[in-house]
């Protein structure tokens, strides 16, 4: 102990009379002041006759003055019972004289320890005893032995508790000290911890202060178990604010609470705890949250850009399809908690966008249609939905008019006579009307387009006003009035595509051949899927046949070197059980046709040098600027390995 306040504020050795004069086994009635003067001289000679002068007793010196002050306590008669009783009770006797803890291990109560006048007598003794065996073994962590003494109602008077309690107090002071030290060091920033070992201090003040052996103690220690829990209060507090570790200070806070402290300090440090498990439980929200949010968030930035290139119109309706089915999964949106509904109201909104714009651009009513239906069936709130019902009853209403329009042109006239009819005046009827409702649908769409601005800037705005003005200024949009094509039968494959990069002809053309580095990207701006296959035009042989999805790019990598010529085979809806030209299994169901590429200008050489490689890119779809000029093929053109 280092403190003076740590000094050992009582020290009385226990000397047992009734032991030293060797009168133990005699029984009290039998002990008389003549047998006490009998052995107290054989005593005394013994003493005399020793080299140093003194009696060696339970490890101590016993001199001939400390003898007969001993032994004249046995004049006193209540003092020879009690020297007696213990002299006797073997456990007791070693406690006090040797400190041996037997006592404590299978404690028995006696009526003797309830007599006052007996606690007094063995009170300053015990207390001595006591108080260093509760020192020892708090020390040493020894948590069985520590449950025997402090489980035990020691045998001593209110005089004497400073002497039983003070050592272990002091250590217990001196342990909060230390926590305190490392509070001011870690608020100014002073200590040796840095944000990847700070951790180490909430296995470091379970250290210091055992609460499970502190707990233990009696009322005594009451205020002093306050002041260890507000101490680490105050560290975990500190923790906090400097490292800005949340789940850090909770755990140091949460070891606060659980030692047993009275009504204000624990409200008080409840309440400090409350406010950080808030913030720690918002970090761990956001934390676990950030994949979601981050995935939505691409999901909203692809949106916008397909906004900006449709209009540019550098996509099509077909792919702008493909993009949403692959992105926007309404099940996965639908299934976000509450926390989430911001996200499925701008995506909702968002699809209602690009339904809106490819209308206005492209006047494909069915993709605008699927696209406002998509919005819909996402769970958002009740404004949110109630403004994309509004654009998605205006988009069934145009679908019908379309259909009408379209069935017009189909019905055959029924006689020769009405057939020589012109039809320009009932068109021009269908036209106007048609016309007039596409205005104010428009003019609704306008409206409605401004709730985007937030999210998609004003460029939505610019695009559906520019769109309004361009489209009423005509009767009616080509491309519906002159559809006159029946409806294709739907595929049981609708929609079914392979991944990019799959290689569906391998049964029909073989395995396919890698080697070097050389590379093309091809660019598929077609609304059609495609199958590209790269033909080595030495050999005939069919190396490559690469599944594209429309509106993607895909990476045909380790080309080996020799002059190449391509040939396509385009469609939708892929059909695993379709038997192809081939003789084998797979095929698009809808929109089939083949092109190839086999002019002189068109074939693609492909080389490997020592330090380079070929690399290139080719663009599938046919607009101003492609690089490679394509003529029709056929499925015996395509499928001839």
Same mark, same amino acid.
């Given at each position: 102990?280092?403190? %003076?306040?740590?000094?050992?504020? =009582? ?69 020879? *019972?009690?020297?007696?009783?213990? +002299? ?10 040797? @400190? ?17 006048? $007996? ?28 449950? /025997? ?15 039983? $309690?003070?050592?272990? #107090? ?33 296995? &470091? ?17 009451? %205020?002093?178990?306050?002041?260890? !829990? =507000? #101490? ?25 609470? *659980?030692?047993?402290?009275? @009504? ?58 493909? &993009? ?34 490819? &209308? ?14 998509? +919005? ?30 379209? !069935? !017009? ?49 004003? #460029?939505?705005? /610019? ?8 489209? %009423? ?20 494959y609708k929609g079914n595509q392979l991944d990019n990069g ?10 396919g051949v890698y080697s070097g580095e050389a590379w093309l ?34 990476k045909m990598t380790k080309i080996p070197s020799g002059l ?22 797979? @095929? ?6 083949? #092109? ?15 330090? %380079? ?12 600027? @492609? ?11 395509? =499928?001839?390995?």
């Amino acid at each position: 102990m280092t403190s %003076s306040n740590s000094r050992i504020l =009582f020290e009385m050795t226990f000397y047992n009379p009734i032991e030293i004069l060797e009168l133990k086994g005699v029984p009290s009635d039998q002990i008389d002041q003549t047998t006490i003067r009998k052995a107290k001289k054989r005593l005394l000679a013994e003493i005399e006759l020793s080299e140093n002068g003194s009696l060696s007793f339970n490890g101590e010196n016993l001199n001939r003055s400390d003898a007969e002050r001993v032994i004249n306590e046995l004049e006193d008669h209540d003092k020879f *019972e009690f020297y007696h009783y213990i +002299a006797n009770n073997i456990p007791l006797n070693r406690f006090l004289t040797a @400190g041996e803890l037997n006592l404590f291990r299978n404690f028995r109560q006696e009526s003797i320890y309830k007599l006052p006048r $007996f606690i007094d007598f063995i009170s300053p003794y015990f207390a001595e005893r006591y108080g260093l065996a509760l020192y020892t073994t708090f020390l040493n962590e020894d948590e069985a032995e520590f449950k /025997s003494l402090i489980t035990i109602q020691p045998l001593i008077n209110s005089s004497h508790k400073e002497i039983a $309690f003070g050592r272990l #107090s002091n250590l217990i002071k001196e342990k909060v000290k230390e926590v305190d030290d490392l509070t001011n060091y870690i608020k100014n920033e002073e200590s040796h911890y840095d944000e990847n070992s700070v951790s180490e201090v909430f296995d &470091w003040v379970q250290e210091q202060l055992k609460v499970d052996l502190i707990n233990l103690l009696p009322a005594y220690f009451q %205020s002093l178990r306050n002041q260890c !829990a =507000f #101490s680490i209060r105050n560290l975990s507090v500190n923790v906090f604010n400097t490292f800005s570790d949340s789940a850090l200070g909770l755990d140091i806070i949460g070891y606060a609470l *659980e030692f047993e402290i009275d @009504g204000i300090t624990k409200q008080r440090i409840s309440d400090d705890y409350d406010k950080i498990e808030e913030i720690n439980n918002d970090r761990i929200e956001e934390e676990t949250n950030s994949p979601i949010l981050q995935k939505y968030a691409s999901i909203l930035t692809g949106i916008k850009t397909k906004l900006d290139e449709i209009e540019s119109i550098s996509i099509v309706p077909h792919a702008i399809s493909t &993009w949403v089915s692959y992105n926007v999964k309404v099940n996965e949106i639908n299934s976000l908690d509450d926390n989430f509904l911001v996200i499925k109201n701008e995506i909702a909104l968002g699809l209602k966008a690009l339904s809106i714009a490819v &209308w206005n651009k492209f006047n494909d009513i069915n993709v605008s249609l699927n696209l406002i239906n998509l +919005a819909y069936s996402i769970n958002s709130d009740i404004e949110t939905r109630n403004n994309i019902l509004e654009t998605r009853n205006q988009a069934s209403e145009i679908k019908k008019k379309v259909d009408m329009v379209v !069935a !017009a042109r189909q019905i055959p006239p029924k006689s020769p006579i009405a057939a020589k009819q012109p039809v320009k005046s009932e068109s021009s009827t269908s036209n106007g009307c048609l016309s007039l409702f596409l205005i104010a649908f428009f003019v609704g769409i306008i409206v409605i387009a401004v709730n985007f601005e937030d999210f998609f800037g004003s #460029s939505s705005k /610019s695009q559906s006003s520019q769109s309004n003005t361009t489209n %009423s200024s005509s009767s009616v949009k080509p491309t519906i009035t002159e559809y006159s094509v029946p409806p294709a039968k739907v595929s049981a494959y609708k929609g079914n595509q392979l991944d990019n990069g799959a290689s569906p002809f391998n049964s029909c053309f073989g395995q396919g051949v890698y080697s070097g580095e050389a590379w093309l990207q091809f660019e598929n701006s077609n609304q059609s899927d495609a199958v590209v296959c790269l033909v080595n035009v030495h050999t005939s042989r069919t190396i490559r046949n690469e599944y594209i999805r429309a509106g993607s790019s895909f990476k045909m990598t380790k080309i080996p070197s020799g002059l190449y010529s391509l040939k396509v085979y385009y469609g939708n809806d892929w059909n695993p059980a379709k038997k192809n030209f081939c003789g084998t299994l797979g @095929g698009f169901d809808t929109d089939e046709h083949f #092109s190839k590429s086999d002019n002189p200008g068109d074939l693609i050489e492909i080389e490997h040098k020592e330090y %380079s490689y070929t690399t290139g890119s080719i663009t599938l779809y046919s607009v101003p600027g @492609g690089n490679m000029t394509s003529e029709k093929a056929s499925a015996a053109d395509f =499928f001839n390995n």
